[in-house]
């Protein structure tokens, strides 16, 4: 979670209840606008070399000095470059990446956060052995990343308050 507090109210308040709501709605909004940022700016980068080095991915057979026991053209890198003329990260035939394109953004009830959903069990599937886990590689953010996610989540709910009446 990105940011958490807490509104106390002590008392009668008038339209206490119309607040409640008008901030449920608005926490909401500024929720969805940080997943809508996420699937529209952040998860493509996820498909890139660059993303891949800034997330930390897991090198796999055939990236950066690691050819594999019957050599690069073999490797899965290899294969990939032959078959389909890419190495880009979490894609293979790219029908999976396809998939995560559908955009389906979810807030969770009274505001308390945000689910991007990824269509694509792909993600999911984990070779015998295999330390490498894809779906935690897609949803890793950096740093810098939350950072802007907390930014817009806080310009967003500023804006949605400031048209309370």
Request: aromatic fraction near 10%.
């Amino acid at each position: 979670m990105l940011c958490k507090f807490r509104i106390k109210y002590h008392g009668a308040m008038p339209g206490t209840r119309r607040f409640a709501a008008f901030l449920n709605r608005a926490k909401r909004g500024a929720w969805s606008d940080a997943g809508l940022f996420w699937h529209k700016k952040l998860r493509p980068k996820h498909f890139t070399n660059r993303g891949a080095t800034e997330y930390g991915y897991q090198p796999r057979e055939g990236e950066r000095n690691r050819p594999g026991r019957a050599g690069f053209k073999r490797s899965y890198t290899g294969r990939k470059l032959r078959q389909f003329g890419h190495t880009r990260p979490l894609e293979y035939t790219g029908h999976s990446r396809a998939l995560t394109r559908l955009r389906d953004v979810r807030t969770l009830t009274k505001g308390r956060g945000v689910r991007v959903v990824l269509h694509s069990p792909g993600y999911n599937r984990r070779a015998t052995g295999s330390s490498i886990r894809m779906a935690a590689e897609l949803t890793t953010i950096s740093e810098r990343e939350a950072n802007q996610i907390v930014r817009l989540w806080n310009r967003s709910l500023e804006r949605r308050l400031k048209r309370y009446k």
